[in-house]
DNA sequence: TAGTGGTCTAGACCACGGT
DNA sequence: CCGTGGTCTAGACCACTAG
């Protein structure tokens, strides 16, 4: 095991950050001054300030010159878009039903996204979920992939619910980037069914890539979400 | 007119910075060490470091624990938003017309992101455009931002008609990143006649927080999309 | 006027990369 | 080994906000 020292700084900006996130720091509060922070601390005002300058370089507090620091305002949104998932974003609130389970089926035509050769040699897994925000269906997820290096993912049951985490913390495989179209289209009478909505509600249809650290392997989704109480949410920070 | 002293780590900052947009410094290049920069300019390594960190922050170097700043080949993309096919797959067949010209306006009540206060204390600029590919308006885009720091803006033409390539080569400010909330809604009676489509058409609406290098410099969007023919691509990589 | 964040000096020790 | 960036100390002066 590897004995890592966490700067200091480090310390006190994730400190801070949970507090926020817990909501034990409200928005509109503001934190303790560099100075304050220093004594408590008992640190330099150098390191006080690279704590809050993180925060504020991650969004979550606003820095006023002759006031201090004041922890923004935090909208709730889905955040689907970003690539850490779903169940960060939302919440506690949140649940996903399977409407059909992994299991291998033959490659499908997708229009949008060309398939690497590697990709369509392997077998094609795919599941779809439907994703629940308290009792309301808010999403139909549909997911394709291949199998290839993902030995007994099929029979594996996923890392707290998570697929992100499950190929995350079992395969070694993240994320790296994602390619989207997006189209504002009507439910059809399938999708009405399964969000629990008029045949013809606005829907957000999302078309998804999601590129991995693993050669030739992507996942492709279709997504598509009742956007009415729950819209998407979508950042990109850096 | 108030004589502002730009920080010395700023000139500094923005030096290497003018120099790898003119070309005179290569992707590849390697930037003077913090320990140069603070014989050649007379200062010390804090005032050194923060203008290097700050061209990080912003994507045009990349800085290596024991070997230097290395200038980066592309900047980082964003995953801004943009309509397939209006720069590549549409060629020069886009066009941008003014529904509302640049001028000032007080500030809406923003219901989705929440406004400094620098911001709201100085004046608001609007502007509102319509989006064509070919003959077919696809986008109403319509945007608001403070004043702060953009002396002349409302005067002075549009570099190339790119509000954002204004912003960077004369005001050199740049996007660092962005919040966005997408919703499907139908189209009102407003909105389908710019787009020349039928009252109740589904439309992508999209608001859209871009956050610049600039303390306290937001632009904030209100997009609505015929999605139809043309979705809207987002591309997020890293 | 007191307190805050913004800028800056002049040092120090450390971990990492290449020789 | 040396030079690099990463972390940190202990001060200083300034500009801004508010009472």
């Given at each position: 095991m590897i004995q890592?020292?966490?700067?200091?700084?480090?310390?006190?900006?994730?400190?801070?950050k949970r507090n926020i996130l817990k909501g034990k720091i409200n928005p509109g509060?503001?934190?303790?001054?560099?100075n304050e922070l220093c004594k408590k601390y008992s640190i330099t005002r150098t390191t006080a300030r690279k704590a809050l300058e993180d925060l504020q370089k991650e969004g979550y507090i606003e820095r006023i010159h002759g006031k201090g620091s004041k922890v923004k305002e935090r909208r709730q949104s889905l955040g689907l878009l970003n690539v850490k998932g779903f169940s960060e974003a939302a919440g506690n609130n949140v649940r996903t039903e399977f409407i059909v389970k992994p299991k291998n089926v033959v490659w499908p035509n997708s229009t949008i996204f060309s398939i690497s050769e590697v990709e369509s040699k392997n077998p094609c897994i795919h599941f779809k979920r439907l994703r629940f925000v308290?009792?309301?269906?808010v999403m139909v997820e549909e997911n394709w992939f291949s199998q290839h290096g993902l030995k007994d993912f099929i029979d594996t049951p996923f890392i707290e619910g998570s697929f992100f985490k499950t190929l995350s913390?079992?395969?070694?495989i993240e994320i790296i980037g994602s390619e989207q179209e997006l189209r504002a289209e009507l439910a059809n009478q399938n999708i009405a069914s399964k969000?629990?909505?008029?045949?013809?509600?606005?829907?957000?249809?999302?078309s998804i890539k999601f590129i991995?650290?693993?050669?030739?392997?992507?996942?492709?989704g279709e997504l598509f979400c009742n956007t009415e109480k729950y819209p998407i949410g979508n950042q990109y920070i850096l």
């Amino acid at each position: 095991m590897i004995q890592e020292k966490e700067p200091r700084y480090l310390q006190i900006k994730n400190t801070y950050k949970r507090n926020i996130l817990k909501g034990k720091i409200n928005p509109g509060d503001y934190l303790p001054s560099e100075n304050e922070l220093c004594k408590k601390y008992s640190i330099t005002r150098t390191t006080a300030r690279k704590a809050l300058e993180d925060l504020q370089k991650e969004g979550y507090i606003e820095r006023i010159h002759g006031k201090g620091s004041k922890v923004k305002e935090r909208r709730q949104s889905l955040g689907l878009l970003n690539v850490k998932g779903f169940s960060e974003a939302a919440g506690n609130n949140v649940r996903t039903e399977f409407i059909v389970k992994p299991k291998n089926v033959v490659w499908p035509n997708s229009t949008i996204f060309s398939i690497s050769e590697v990709e369509s040699k392997n077998p094609c897994i795919h599941f779809k979920r439907l994703r629940f925000v308290g009792k309301a269906p808010v999403m139909v997820e549909e997911n394709w992939f291949s199998q290839h290096g993902l030995k007994d993912f099929i029979d594996t049951p996923f890392i707290e619910g998570s697929f992100f985490k499950t190929l995350s913390q079992k395969y070694l495989i993240e994320i790296i980037g994602s390619e989207q179209e997006l189209r504002a289209e009507l439910a059809n009478q399938n999708i009405a069914s399964k969000l629990k909505i008029k045949e013809g509600t606005p829907i957000l249809h999302i078309s998804i890539k999601f590129i991995t650290n693993k050669q030739d392997l992507n996942i492709y989704g279709e997504l598509f979400c009742n956007t009415e109480k729950y819209p998407i949410g979508n950042q990109y920070i850096l």
